[in-house]
Protein backbone atom coordinates (compact mmCIF):
# COMPACT_ATOMS: atom_id res chain seq x y z
CA UNK A 1 0.00 0.00 0.00
CA UNK A 2 1.64 3.58 -0.58
CA UNK A 3 1.09 6.72 0.99
CA UNK A 4 -2.28 7.18 -0.76
CA UNK A 5 -3.72 4.06 -0.20
CA UNK A 6 -4.16 1.54 -2.73
CA UNK A 7 -7.29 3.58 -5.42
CA UNK A 8 -9.71 0.64 -6.42
CA UNK A 9 -12.34 2.12 -7.81
CA UNK A 10 -13.76 5.25 -9.59
CA UNK A 11 -17.08 6.20 -10.02
CA UNK A 12 -18.91 9.39 -12.75
CA UNK A 13 -23.00 9.51 -13.34
CA UNK A 14 -21.57 10.01 -17.23
CA UNK A 15 -20.26 6.07 -18.10
CA UNK A 16 -18.15 7.41 -20.81
CA UNK A 17 -15.77 9.47 -17.93
CA UNK A 18 -16.09 6.36 -15.53
CA UNK A 19 -14.44 4.54 -18.15
CA UNK A 20 -11.50 6.29 -18.97
CA UNK A 21 -10.29 7.20 -15.75
CA UNK A 22 -10.89 3.21 -14.93
CA UNK A 23 -8.59 2.72 -17.80
CA UNK A 24 -6.05 4.73 -17.16
CA UNK A 25 -5.76 3.95 -13.35
CA UNK A 26 -6.57 0.08 -14.25
CA UNK A 27 -9.60 -0.44 -11.86
CA UNK A 28 -12.79 -0.48 -11.56
CA UNK A 29 -15.34 1.98 -13.10
CA UNK A 30 -18.98 2.80 -12.15
CA UNK A 31 -21.84 5.32 -12.76
CA UNK A 32 -24.03 4.24 -10.40
CA UNK A 33 -22.74 4.47 -5.92
CA UNK A 34 -25.03 2.23 -4.69
CA UNK A 35 -23.67 -0.30 -7.12
CA UNK A 36 -19.91 0.65 -6.07
CA UNK A 37 -20.75 0.50 -2.96
CA UNK A 38 -21.77 -2.96 -2.90
CA UNK A 39 -19.70 -4.52 -5.26
CA UNK A 40 -16.21 -3.08 -3.64
CA UNK A 41 -14.71 -3.03 -0.24
CA UNK A 42 -14.16 0.09 0.34
CA UNK A 43 -12.27 1.86 3.61
CA UNK A 44 -12.35 5.35 2.14
CA UNK A 45 -14.06 7.51 -0.62
CA UNK A 46 -13.75 10.99 -1.58
CA UNK A 47 -16.02 12.86 -2.92
CA UNK A 48 -16.20 15.71 -5.61
CA UNK A 49 -19.56 16.14 -6.78
CA UNK A 50 -21.70 19.33 -7.24
CA UNK A 51 -21.80 20.59 -3.77
CA UNK A 52 -25.62 20.29 -3.85
CA UNK A 53 -25.25 16.23 -4.17
CA UNK A 54 -23.26 15.70 -1.25
CA UNK A 55 -25.55 15.30 1.57
CA UNK A 56 -26.95 12.51 -0.63
CA UNK A 57 -23.69 10.80 -1.70
CA UNK A 58 -22.02 11.18 1.62
CA UNK A 59 -24.71 9.62 3.58
CA UNK A 60 -24.63 6.91 1.32
CA UNK A 61 -20.88 6.26 2.12
CA UNK A 62 -20.83 6.83 5.83
CA UNK A 63 -24.25 4.51 6.22
CA UNK A 64 -22.54 1.77 4.50
CA UNK A 65 -19.45 2.00 6.82
CA UNK A 66 -16.68 3.99 4.82
CA UNK A 67 -14.72 6.84 5.67
CA UNK A 68 -15.84 9.74 3.88
CA UNK A 69 -13.78 12.77 2.84
CA UNK A 70 -16.36 15.51 1.08
CA UNK A 71 -14.90 18.62 -1.17
CA UNK A 72 -15.72 21.67 -0.22
CA UNK A 73 -18.39 22.92 0.94
CA UNK A 74 -19.46 20.19 2.84
CA UNK A 75 -23.02 20.72 2.10
CA UNK A 76 -25.02 23.54 0.66
CA UNK A 77 -26.56 24.66 4.16
CA UNK A 78 -26.34 24.21 7.92
CA UNK A 79 -29.10 22.22 7.76
CA UNK A 80 -27.42 19.67 6.27
CA UNK A 81 -24.76 19.65 7.86
CA UNK A 82 -25.71 18.88 10.64
CA UNK A 83 -27.88 15.80 9.07
CA UNK A 84 -24.59 14.50 7.50
CA UNK A 85 -22.68 14.80 10.97
CA UNK A 86 -25.71 12.82 13.05
CA UNK A 87 -24.92 10.01 10.16
CA UNK A 88 -21.37 9.82 10.41
CA UNK A 89 -21.68 9.72 14.35
CA UNK A 90 -23.69 7.03 14.14
CA UNK A 91 -21.56 5.17 11.69
CA UNK A 92 -18.76 5.49 13.71
CA UNK A 93 -16.79 6.89 10.87
CA UNK A 94 -14.53 9.48 9.56
CA UNK A 95 -16.13 12.45 8.06
CA UNK A 96 -13.76 14.61 6.64
CA UNK A 97 -13.57 18.13 4.05
CA UNK A 98 -11.32 19.45 1.54
CA UNK A 99 -9.97 23.00 3.02
CA UNK A 100 -6.83 22.59 1.33
CA UNK A 101 -5.22 25.52 2.48
CA UNK A 102 -4.62 24.31 6.12
CA UNK A 103 -2.09 21.45 4.38
CA UNK A 104 -0.32 24.34 2.49
CA UNK A 105 3.13 24.38 3.87
CA UNK A 106 3.08 27.93 4.66
CA UNK A 107 0.34 27.90 6.38
CA UNK A 108 1.22 25.10 8.42
CA UNK A 109 4.33 27.09 9.24
CA UNK A 110 1.87 30.18 10.17
CA UNK A 111 -0.14 28.39 12.39
CA UNK A 112 3.17 27.40 14.20
CA UNK A 113 4.59 30.93 14.30
CA UNK A 114 0.78 31.83 15.45
CA UNK A 115 1.38 29.46 18.34
CA UNK A 116 4.89 29.71 19.23
CA UNK A 117 4.65 33.89 19.93
CA UNK A 118 7.52 34.81 19.09
CA UNK A 119 6.06 37.69 16.63
CA UNK A 120 3.69 38.29 19.46
CA UNK A 121 -0.46 38.29 19.15
CA UNK A 122 -1.99 38.13 15.86
CA UNK A 123 -4.39 40.67 15.23
CA UNK A 124 -5.62 40.88 11.48
CA UNK A 125 -5.67 38.12 9.27
CA UNK A 126 -6.09 39.92 5.61
CA UNK A 127 -7.09 37.27 2.75
CA UNK A 128 -7.14 38.26 -1.20
CA UNK A 129 -8.61 35.22 -3.45
CA UNK A 130 -9.17 35.88 -7.16
CA UNK A 131 -9.66 34.16 -10.99
CA UNK A 132 -12.28 33.82 -12.91
CA UNK A 133 -15.17 30.75 -12.22
CA UNK A 134 -14.37 27.65 -13.07
CA UNK A 135 -17.38 26.15 -15.40
CA UNK A 136 -18.29 23.35 -13.53
CA UNK A 137 -19.27 25.66 -10.33
CA UNK A 138 -23.31 26.08 -11.07
CA UNK A 139 -24.96 25.38 -7.59
CA UNK A 140 -23.24 28.08 -5.19
CA UNK A 141 -21.84 31.55 -5.45
CA UNK A 142 -17.65 32.20 -4.87
CA UNK A 143 -18.48 32.65 -0.69
CA UNK A 144 -19.36 28.57 -0.40
CA UNK A 145 -16.67 27.84 -2.90
CA UNK A 146 -13.73 29.93 -2.66
CA UNK A 147 -14.42 32.09 0.36
CA UNK A 148 -14.92 29.00 2.55
CA UNK A 149 -10.90 28.09 2.85
CA UNK A 150 -10.19 31.72 3.99
CA UNK A 151 -12.92 31.35 6.50
CA UNK A 152 -11.31 28.11 7.62
CA UNK A 153 -7.57 29.55 7.95
CA UNK A 154 -8.72 32.49 9.79
CA UNK A 155 -10.65 30.30 12.40
CA UNK A 156 -8.01 27.61 12.94
CA UNK A 157 -5.19 30.63 12.95
CA UNK A 158 -6.83 32.33 15.79
CA UNK A 159 -7.85 29.22 17.26
CA UNK A 160 -11.75 30.10 17.46
CA UNK A 161 -14.93 30.81 15.86
CA UNK A 162 -15.92 34.68 14.95
CA UNK A 163 -18.41 35.99 16.84
CA UNK A 164 -19.39 38.67 14.46
CA UNK A 165 -19.77 38.94 10.67
CA UNK A 166 -20.15 41.54 8.19
CA UNK A 167 -20.14 41.26 4.87
CA UNK A 168 -20.95 43.06 1.13
CA UNK A 169 -21.26 40.07 -2.26
CA UNK A 170 -22.59 41.16 -5.43
CA UNK A 171 -22.80 39.20 -8.93
CA UNK A 172 -21.68 40.67 -12.51
CA UNK A 173 -21.10 37.57 -14.45
CA UNK A 174 -24.10 35.19 -13.14
CA UNK A 175 -26.73 34.28 -10.95
CA UNK A 176 -25.00 33.30 -7.85
CA UNK A 177 -22.30 36.10 -6.25
CA UNK A 178 -18.98 36.36 -7.76
CA UNK A 179 -17.73 38.81 -5.45
CA UNK A 180 -17.41 39.10 -1.70
CA UNK A 181 -15.79 41.14 1.04
CA UNK A 182 -16.06 39.51 4.14
CA UNK A 183 -14.96 41.31 7.71
CA UNK A 184 -14.96 38.23 10.85
CA UNK A 185 -14.68 39.73 14.23
CA UNK A 186 -12.87 37.49 16.69
CA UNK A 187 -12.22 37.51 20.68
CA UNK A 188 -10.47 40.10 21.52
CA UNK A 189 -10.98 42.77 18.40
CA UNK A 190 -9.31 40.42 16.44
CA UNK A 191 -10.11 40.34 13.05
CA UNK A 192 -10.00 38.52 9.48
CA UNK A 193 -10.55 40.69 6.41
CA UNK A 194 -11.62 38.34 3.12
CA UNK A 195 -11.69 39.69 -0.08
CA UNK A 196 -13.01 37.00 -3.01
CA UNK A 197 -14.22 37.26 -6.57
CA UNK A 198 -14.65 35.20 -9.58
CA UNK A 199 -13.91 38.29 -12.03
CA UNK A 200 -10.53 39.23 -12.62
CA UNK A 201 -8.28 37.69 -15.12
CA UNK A 202 -5.51 36.76 -12.81
CA UNK A 203 -4.79 34.05 -10.14
CA UNK A 204 -4.00 35.89 -6.58
CA UNK A 205 -4.03 33.81 -2.95
CA UNK A 206 -2.07 35.80 -0.68
CA UNK A 207 -2.71 36.62 3.17
CA UNK A 208 -1.29 39.04 5.14
CA UNK A 209 -0.91 38.37 8.78
CA UNK A 210 0.07 41.32 11.25
CA UNK A 211 0.69 40.72 14.49
CA UNK A 212 1.48 42.82 17.67
CA UNK A 213 5.60 42.38 16.80
CA UNK A 214 5.60 42.04 13.06
CA UNK A 215 3.94 40.72 10.02
CA UNK A 216 3.72 37.52 7.84
CA UNK A 217 3.07 37.92 4.04
CA UNK A 218 2.17 34.73 2.40
CA UNK A 219 1.84 33.24 -1.02
CA UNK A 220 -0.83 30.32 -1.32
CA UNK A 221 0.36 29.67 -5.04
CA UNK A 222 4.16 29.81 -4.48
CA UNK A 223 4.21 29.04 -0.91
CA UNK A 224 6.77 31.47 0.01
CA UNK A 225 6.67 33.16 3.21
CA UNK A 226 8.04 36.63 3.86
CA UNK A 227 8.63 37.75 7.67
CA UNK A 228 8.56 41.50 8.48
CA UNK A 229 10.38 42.08 12.11
CA UNK A 230 11.80 45.66 13.24
CA UNK A 231 15.50 43.91 12.52
CA UNK A 232 14.69 43.35 8.73
CA UNK A 233 12.64 40.85 6.93
CA UNK A 234 13.84 36.77 6.15
CA UNK A 235 12.09 34.54 3.73
CA UNK A 236 12.65 31.03 5.34
CA UNK A 237 14.06 27.93 2.64
CA UNK A 238 11.11 26.03 1.55
CA UNK A 239 10.51 23.03 -0.29
CA UNK A 240 7.22 23.26 -2.71
CA UNK A 241 5.00 20.34 -1.63
CA UNK A 242 1.38 19.74 -2.92
CA UNK A 243 -1.17 20.41 -0.62
CA UNK A 244 -3.59 17.83 -1.82
CA UNK A 245 -1.06 15.29 -1.34
CA UNK A 246 -0.65 16.39 1.85
CA UNK A 247 -4.44 16.35 3.09
CA UNK A 248 -5.06 12.74 0.82
CA UNK A 249 -1.71 11.06 3.12
CA UNK A 250 -4.12 12.77 6.68
CA UNK A 251 -6.96 11.42 5.28
CA UNK A 252 -5.74 7.77 4.71
CA UNK A 253 -3.16 8.03 7.82
CA UNK A 254 -6.73 8.71 10.19
CA UNK A 255 -8.20 5.61 8.43
CA UNK A 256 -5.30 3.52 9.59
CA UNK A 257 -4.70 5.11 13.19
CA UNK A 258 -8.24 5.06 13.66
CA UNK A 259 -8.57 8.66 14.90
CA UNK A 260 -9.71 12.33 13.94
CA UNK A 261 -8.21 13.63 11.02
CA UNK A 262 -7.13 17.50 11.02
CA UNK A 263 -9.90 18.51 10.01
CA UNK A 264 -13.63 17.37 11.26
CA UNK A 265 -16.94 17.34 9.99
CA UNK A 266 -17.98 19.88 12.55
CA UNK A 267 -15.20 22.27 11.01
CA UNK A 268 -17.07 21.71 7.73
CA UNK A 269 -20.71 22.87 9.85
CA UNK A 270 -18.74 25.96 11.41
CA UNK A 271 -17.58 27.19 8.23
CA UNK A 272 -20.81 26.63 6.32
CA UNK A 273 -23.04 28.40 9.28
CA UNK A 274 -20.37 31.56 8.55
CA UNK A 275 -20.94 31.48 5.43
CA UNK A 276 -24.76 31.05 5.41
CA UNK A 277 -23.91 34.36 8.06
CA UNK A 278 -21.92 36.39 5.46
CA UNK A 279 -24.85 36.00 2.43
CA UNK A 280 -27.33 37.24 5.66
CA UNK A 281 -25.06 39.87 6.56
CA UNK A 282 -24.65 40.74 2.68
CA UNK A 283 -28.32 40.78 2.19
CA UNK A 284 -29.76 42.51 5.30
CA UNK A 285 -27.10 45.33 5.11
CA UNK A 286 -26.28 44.74 9.04
CA UNK A 287 -24.09 42.53 10.87
CA UNK A 288 -24.49 38.89 12.35
CA UNK A 289 -23.22 38.17 15.43
CA UNK A 290 -23.00 34.18 15.65
CA UNK A 291 -24.01 32.43 19.06
CA UNK A 292 -20.73 30.83 21.10
Known amino acids: MSELGVLVAVCDLDPSRSE ?29 TPASTHVSVASKTLRAGINTFVEKPMTS ?32 ELKKLTKEGSLGRPILFQYDRENRRGDNITDVGVVKDASVHDIDTARWLFGEEPKTVYARVGSVMGKNEDFATILLGFGDE ?56 LELKEFVSAIEEKRQPLVTGKDGLSVIRIAEAVLASAKSGSPIYLPP
Open 20 to 48: VYAKKFGINGYSDVDEMIRSEALDGVTIA
Open 77 to 108: SVQEGEELIKIAEASGKILTVGFIERFNPAIS
Open 190 to 245: RTAFITTNWVTPMRVRQLNAIFTKGVVTVNFISQEMQIHEEEGTRVPAHVFTEPLV
